[in-house]
């Protein structure tokens, strides 16, 4: 005979509450706060030299100083670009002066219209919320908007590459 046990119907409620918030898909912390890169598409022959350098009023209306930073990025995916279509950019990023190749996994969630809030509330529901701090936040508006939580590491970190021996560098991305 199974003994019997009395418990109070409240504290009963309470227990199945709690555990049903636990296990609530979606329950998210408050969205991050983004910084925002705003693209601005001009026409290359309205803007550049002959020799692919920007003109001299735009080096002065953006206060450019200085020559190019050459950078090569190879981006990791299928043929079919699965993780593109999922929202998702990985890339190996060759920064000309810097000692060591970065590897940067981006999530894109597209804003529609102009809600931005919508974005962010998406991605907080998936982790990528203001508790968060190994990633950036950033809103891209240019010809398509979105929010992508932004995480970078050096190949040596995500791999567990210890040995700098062990880390080769990408010398080229076809």
């Known amino acids: 005979m199974l003994p019997c046990v009395r418990t109070d119907p409240c504290r009963l409620w309470l227990a199945f509450a709690f555990l049903c918030c636990l296990a609530r898909p979606g329950l998210a912390g408050e969205p991050a706060v983004p910084r925002y890169e705003v693209k601005v598409y001009l026409s290359p022959e309205k803007v550049l030299t002959a020799d692919n350098e920007p003109t ?19 981006f990791l995916d299928g043929k079919r670009r699965d993780l593109h279509a999922e929202g998702w950019d990985v890339r190996f990023r060759d920064i000309e002066g810097e000692k060591k190749l970065e590897l940067t996994y981006k ?36 010809f398509s908007p979105d929010y992508s939580p932004t995480q970078k590491t050096d190949r040596g970190r995500c791999f567990g590459v210890q040995d700098d021996s062990q880390n080769s560098r990408i010398t080229s991305a076809s």
């Open 56 to 74: 001299k009023p735009v080096l002065e209306l953006l206060g450019i100083q200085g020559g190019p930073t050459k950078l090569r990025m190879l």
């Open 107 to 142: 999530k894109r969630y597209p804003v529609q219209g102009d809600d931005i809030d919508a974005a962010l509330d998406a991605a907080a529901r998936q982790g990528f919320d203001a508790g968060e701090s190994d990633y950036e936040a950033e809103v891209e508006w240019g």
